[in-house]
């Protein structure tokens, strides 16, 4: 497993648009993957479990993958989140 902390810098939030396109990334990955919120564990592959886990600006998240491409997945994930997810 490798795991690494980064912050939200979307204005809004994981909101419909950055959480679609964050799922849309993560789907794309072969590991498994977990956001850590808190004491919250989400599955990022998922729009609607993004969208209710009320991710806000600033807010510091842990990304852990786990499985035979995890190196290249969590890099694919951190890239998109610090990328803004499209907007």
Known sequence: ??????TVKNASGLHARPASELA?????CKSDIAIVVGEKRINPKSILILMSAAIRCGTEILVECTGDSEKEDLEAVINAIDGGLGE
């Open 1 to 6: 497993m490798v795991s690494q902390k980064i």
């Open 24 to 28: 849309k990334v993560c789907s794309q």
